[in-house]
């Protein structure tokens, strides 16, 4: 579910809906999948959806008329399993599903992604588990968490060393609370506590 251009998107079972700020709610089209939970992600201008099959694109130019407008489109990307995508500082940020790998689109065109803008949560080798966007992309994985920055070069987002939890996350959800990332988290160890990122220092808010 998402607010995008002041209307509300959210998609069940495979139908993506947009309700209207006139109270109107409209069928766009279907995704084809539903392995997992559906994200999505805007620009401001474009609007993204995945569920961990494809990714698609809301079509502004198809005529909304019908039970299947046909106006969600699969976008062509070239990896498999894009369990989540974000908006983080110019581009689209897509988490590959049973690998460490995270992907990226070009800048400001979510329709658009490059064979070779990729990389690899490398602190530990778990699995990437989920992403997030605050001042830093944050990438959560199994049992280790880190924090990306924008250097600006041509593949831009790179790991800042003092960043690195030694604390995953549980479940697909980290939320932005109070200007911090706060999420369920637990250690190799099977430890499980809710934590927030104060800084790059984890601060235990349950016990």
Do not use: C
């Amino acid at each position: 579910m998402i607010v995008h251009k002041n209307n509300l998107y959210f998609v069940a079972g495979t139908t993506v809906y947009r309700a209207t700020a006139a109270n109107n709610v409209e069928v766009l089209g279907k995704i084809t999948s539903t392995i997992t939970t559906v994200t999505m992600a805007s620009d401001g201008f474009n609007l993204l959806i995945a569920d961990g099959n494809s990714i698609y694109y809301f079509d502004t130019s198809v005529t909304i008329v019908g039970s299947n407008p046909g106006a969600i489109k699969a976008i062509s990307i070239p990896f498999s399993n894009p369990f989540s995508v974000i908006f983080h500082d110019g581009h689209f940020v897509a988490r590959e599903g049973g690998s460490g790998k995270f992907w990226i689109s070009d800048k400001y065109d979510g329709l658009t992604w490059n064979a070779l803008q990729f990389a690899t949560a490398e602190d530990k080798p778990d699995d990437l588990v989920n992403i997030a966007s605050d001042k830093f992309l944050w990438l959560f994985g199994e049992y280790t968490t880190q924090a990306y920055y924008n250097d600006g070069s041509s593949f831009p987002f790179k790991p800042n060393q003092q960043s690195n939890m030694r604390y995953g996350i549980i479940g697909k959800t980290a939320v932005v609370a109070d200007n911090s990332i706060v999420w369920l988290s637990r250690t190799s160890q099977g430890q499980m506590r809710v934590i927030k990122a104060q800084g790059f220092q984890p601060l235990p808010l349950s016990t």
